[in-house]
């Protein structure tokens, strides 16, 4: 067979070098892709966020600004109210059962009002009148020495109040 003259001097030819070129183009595009893509899709937890756990602060701080019955506070980057009730604390996910709404909690009415369709909350997140279908969704409280400390990655539903849920203090 006769080969070409630039098989003899062992460099590759120009259909060869385009070829090569292709697929190393190629593959690299693709691993650039796939490397933007897991970047994209990792999780991103932050300490002291929604999807963890939340340190809210000591129980002296949380308990002189929260007496019982006062307005819940309201904890924006872990989504969540913290009520003080009669049986304890109560920390609440900040959206509305019926359609996922924000709910804020409404000064003059003295209770949750969720703007899409009316819902309406006491401080314990029992439904007062709306389309709302149970209560709003809870979030395990623990009290570590001195220390609140909120998960906000699990998310209870409930369909009833019960002074079980609340975390005594």
Same mark, same amino acid.
């Given at each position: 067979?006769a080969e070409t003259k630039a098989q003899e001097t062992g460099i590759f030819s120009r259909r060869e070098f385009l070829r090569w070129g292709f697929w190393a183009a190629t593959a690299l595009a693709t691993a650039e892709i796939g490397g933007a893509?897991?970047?994209?899709?990792?999780?991103?937890?932050?300490?002291?966020?929604?999807?963890?756990?939340?340190?809210?602060?000591?129980?002296?701080?949380?308990?002189?600004?929260?007496?019982?019955?006062?307005?819940?506070?309201?904890?924006?980057?872990?989504?969540?109210?913290?009520? @003080?009730?009669?049986?304890?604390?109560?920390?609440?996910? =900040? !959206?509305?059962?019926? %359609? *996922?709404?924000?709910? +804020?909690?409404?000064?003059?009415?003295?209770?949750? @009002?969720?703007?899409?369709?009316?819902?309406?909350?006491? =401080? !314990?997140?029992?439904? %007062? *009148?709306?389309?709302? +279908?149970?209560?709003?969704?809870?979030?395990?409280?623990?009290?570590?020495?001195?220390?609140?400390?909120?998960?906000?990655?699990?998310?209870?539903?409930?369909?009833?109040?019960?002074?079980?849920?609340?975390?005594?203090?």
């Amino acid at each position: 067979m006769a080969e070409t003259k630039a098989q003899e001097t062992g460099i590759f030819s120009r259909r060869e070098f385009l070829r090569w070129g292709f697929w190393a183009a190629t593959a690299l595009a693709t691993a650039e892709i796939g490397g933007a893509m897991l970047v994209f899709f990792w999780p991103k937890l932050k300490a002291g966020a929604f999807g963890g756990e939340v340190n809210i602060g000591t129980l002296d701080e949380i308990l002189g600004q929260l007496p019982v019955n006062a307005v819940p506070l309201y904890f924006r980057d872990a989504r969540f109210y913290l009520s @003080h009730i009669e049986d304890g604390l109560l920390a609440m996910y =900040r !959206k509305c059962p019926h %359609l *996922g709404c924000v709910v +804020p909690w409404n000064f003059e009415e003295d209770q949750f @009002h969720c703007p899409c369709h009316s819902s309406l909350y006491n =401080r !314990k997140g029992e439904v %007062l *009148g709306g389309p709302a +279908p149970r209560p709003l969704d809870l979030m395990a409280i623990e009290i570590r020495g001195s220390e609140i400390w909120v998960n906000t990655g699990e998310i209870t539903q409930r369909s009833a109040y019960d002074p079980s849920q609340a975390t005594s203090v």
